[in-house]
């Protein structure tokens, strides 16, 4: 019988133990390599989905930018006209010039380019290093507005990465001529963009809509005429054509800066406009700017139009609107009388006439000729409180006129709003304690010259919109303010003024004017009460008075060698009356003669003689303040 062998069962269990090794290591494998698989096809997913998805968008543009050219379309801006007797005339226009850019990626020296467009430009160099420096930016513009002479350096130079392109900038071709009321364009970024006056406010109807153009191309970027294209047109902007005559503009400016000059006044505003529409004929301020250099302006108060956006007290002229108020409400009349004591008290303040004065009985007439703040004081007493405060507000006052220039000022008539405040009503009655805009004086003059009738200022005559077509914009009545019986009594009452009172250099031989002046203190920015010694002078009024075809307003700020606005303000309207009744060829209403024009030219010669030679005295080491002078001075009055 067959021996029988038995396996040694620690043989058996070491041979397994080997087995059970390698299927354990060929597992690993398995598993590293389904780990590997997987990670891969999840990178490969995770990228698919990254670019289908994610970067679905980016790409879908670079694809079609290879075959499609697309390009904003940029609109022209609409220019700026003033009105011309023949016709209009360019004030705001658009001029044809280059820009230089860089393209970084393809400057092969940049210090050699640096240096170049600092010498070329008058440019900073460590802003250059800073345009030209290596940037993932496709370009970067450098300068716009190129000149004639900058535009052929850059051809000549023709340095790699230094690029020229077409652009339209604005171009002012009278410079300084209405700079305040016409504004800017200025560069926000790469946007120009509107900035102040109508350039600002009329942005909208000036800049016009972008387009856009998009077609197919070939692989050199021309346009495959089978291929698609799409247009979407640009629409240029709409041009306007402003209320403001041009020569009137001009003599006005003028007039202003030799006023200016000649009083030795810190700035000034002066305004005309036409008392039937309200459109503004001239605006003036000084100093002023040229905006076709706007960036060279130190200082940026300078941009500011004065005539809307600076409020200020008054002063007496704005005793007329006070008088105005109480004869239409019936309280008083031109020759209601009051006596005057020369001062007047009212919650621990005294109030007293500009004259240190009391002139006894005086008639309403006689307050305005005289510049009476009791009379005005009188007035509004007798009218009240709630009264004064509604026809303060209906003459447009504490309310900008809407006459569509940027920055306009509403003013500010607070001090009003506390109707059991009796000194704040009283010193408001003669212009102090409230503040207002020039163009809101007038305005309210206007509507005196108007026959009660408050027109909305008009700057804008016509839009000529982009297609062709225009439209002219009609004058807008705001509201009836005073009757128009209590009107034609207040226009004598400030008639009486030029001819008896301190407005006598602001007549014109030949025709009736009518106004009032108006010297007010100036309020102090640092502390309660006014600036010592510092004064603003205003000439408000119109002619003919039976036919008002002008108003104006005359404001000076602090002129130093008069004190009294009858001798600054007063004349200078007189003047430009003067200029206006003859350019605009409009008929005497009274008979005058050639005496009496010698006398109005011979009254503004010796003012002109009397300042220069004051000047020469200073100058020649004399006297500063001549005694005879300062005492004649003294003797004025508003």
């Not at 041979?15 to 999840?42: D, G, H, M, Q």
């Not at 502390?527 to 036919?547: H, L, Q, R, T």
């Amino acid at each position: 019988m067959p021996a029988i062998v038995k396996n040694k069962p620690h043989v058996s269990g070491k041979r397994l133990n080997l087995n059970s090794k390698e299927s354990i290591s060929k597992n690993f494998r398995i598993y590293t390599l389904v780990f590997l698989i997987v990670t891969i096809v999840a990178i490969v997913v995770l990228r698919l989905y990254f670019l289908q998805v994610v970067r679905f968008e980016s790409f879908k543009a670079l694809a079609k930018n290879q075959h499609n050219l697309s390009k904003i379309l940029v609109p022209e801006r609409g220019e700026i006209f003033l009105k011309d007797k023949d016709g209009i005339y360019a004030a705001a226009v658009n001029k044809e010039t280059k820009l230089v850019y860089v393209v970084s990626k393809e400057i092969e020296n940049q210090q050699e380019v640096v240096s170049f467009l600092a010498d070329a430009l008058q440019m900073d160099r460590a802003e250059l290093f800073e345009k030209t420096k290596n940037s993932e930016d496709m370009y970067e513009l450098v300068k716009h507005r190129l000149s004639d002479e900058e535009i052929k350096k850059i051809q000549d130079a023709k340095l790699k990465g230094v690029h020229l392109a077409d652009e339209t900038f604005r171009y002012y071709p009278s410079a300084e001529l209405a700079a305040n009321v016409l504004g800017f364009v200025g560069w926000n970024g790469d946007k120009a963009l509107g900035q102040y006056g109508v350039e600002a406010y009329f942005e909208k109807e000036l800049k016009g809509t972008e387009g856009n153009l998009e077609q197919n191309t070939d692989t050199a970027g021309r346009w495959i005429s089978i291929g698609e294209r799409n247009l979407v047109s640009a629409k240029n902007g709409n041009n306007l054509v402003l209320t403001i005559d041009h020569i009137v503009q001009y003599e006005t400016e003028k007039l202003l800066k030799s006023a200016i000059e000649k009083y030795d006044a810190e700035d000034g505003s002066i305004i005309v406009m036409d008392p039937q529409t309200g459109k503004i004929l001239a605006m003036a301020n000084y100093p002023t700017f040229n905006p076709n250099n706007y960036s060279q302006v130190d200082d940026m108060n300078v941009f500011r139009n004065l005539a809307v956006s600076e409020p200020y007290e008054c002063g007496s002229v704005f005793k007329a609107i006070t008088m105005a108020a109480a004869i239409d409400d019936g309280k008083v009349n031109p020759e209601t009388t009051y006596v005057d004591t020369g001062a007047v008290t009212e919650a621990g303040y005294t109030i007293r006439n500009s004259d240190l004065k009391s002139n006894g009985r005086q008639t309403m007439t006689q307050v305005l000729e005289k510049s009476l703040n009791t009379g005005a004081i009188f007035a509004e007493k007798i009218l009240g409180n709630q009264n004064f405060y509604d026809y303060v507000k209906r003459f447009g006052f504490g309310d900008t006129t809407g006459i569509g220039l940027s920055g306009e000022s509403p003013g500010n008539i607070g001090n009003l709003k506390n109707l059991k405040s009796n000194i704040q009503y009283f010193t408001a009655s003669f212009g102090q304690g409230i503040t207002v805009t020039p163009i809101q004086l007038l305005s309210a003059y206007n509507a005196i010259a108007n026959g009660g009738v408050l027109m909305r200022p008009q700057i804008v005559d016509k839009i000529i919109y982009s297609d062709g077509t225009e439209e002219e914009i009609k004058p807008m009545e705001v509201r009836q303010v005073i009757s128009q019986q209590a009107d034609g009594q207040i226009s004598q009452m400030l008639r009486s003024v030029v001819v008896k009172g301190h407005g006598k250099m602001a007549d014109v031989p030949g025709y009736q004017v009518a106004g009032k002046t108006g010297t007010a203190q100036v309020a102090s920015t640092e502390k309660k009460g006014y600036e010592e010694g510092k004064k603003i002078g205003s000439f408000a009024g119109f002619a003919p008075m039976d036919n008002p075809r002008f108003s104006i307003l005359v404001k000076m700020d602090n002129p130093k060698n008069v004190e009294w606005a009858e001798s600054s303000a007063a004349p200078t309207f007189g003047e430009l009356m003067k200029f206006l009744l003859e350019y605009y060829k409009i008929e005497p209403t009274e008979k005058y003669t050639q005496k009496d024009l010698d006398i109005f030219n011979q009254n503004h010669k010796l003012k002109d003689l009397f300042l220069q030679n004051e000047n020469n005295l200073e100058k020649n080491g004399g006297i500063k303040n001549n005694p005879g002078a300062t005492n004649n001075e003294k003797n004025e009055k508003r």
